[in-house]
């Protein structure tokens, strides 16, 4: 689910109970392919740094876990709630 919140590709079918998660397969496949700038694993989805002169990538586990400032596009696709999960 938090890797989903920072994934402008992904969103949920309802966002009340954060679940399924949809458009996975729109991510890009460099995002998994990666490595993580912090753990220097890959595999795994990675983020670019916000920052437009950084090409660092990351894993959103290992930026919370490092305190890393991690900039959202706002409002991302996530949080704007489907039909079926309005009352």
Same mark, same amino acid.
């Given at each position: 689910?938090?890797?989903?919140l920072?994934? +402008?590709?992904?969103?949920?079918?309802?966002?009340?109970?954060?679940?399924?998660?949809?458009?996975? *397969?729109?991510?890009?496949? %460099?995002?998994?392919?990666?490595?993580?700038?912090?753990?220097? !694993?890959?595999?795994?989805?990675t983020r670019?740094? $916000?920052? $437009?002169?950084?090409?660092? !990538?990351? %894993?959103? +586990?290992?930026? !919370?876990?490092?305190?890393l *400032?991690?900039?959202?596009?706002? +409002? %991302?696709? $996530?949080?704007?709630?489907?039909?079926?999960?309005? +009352?």
């Amino acid at each position: 689910v938090t890797c989903a919140l920072f994934t +402008p590709e992904a969103s949920f079918l309802s966002f009340r109970k954060m679940e399924p998660i949809d458009g996975i *397969y729109s991510v890009p496949r %460099h995002s998994f392919q990666a490595p993580c700038y912090l753990c220097s !694993r890959s595999g795994r989805l990675t983020r670019k740094c $916000s920052f $437009s002169s950084c090409n660092k !990538r990351f %894993h959103v +586990p290992c930026a !919370r876990k490092s305190s890393l *400032y991690v900039d959202l596009q706002w +409002p %991302h696709p $996530s949080s704007i709630p489907k039909k079926q999960d309005v +009352p």
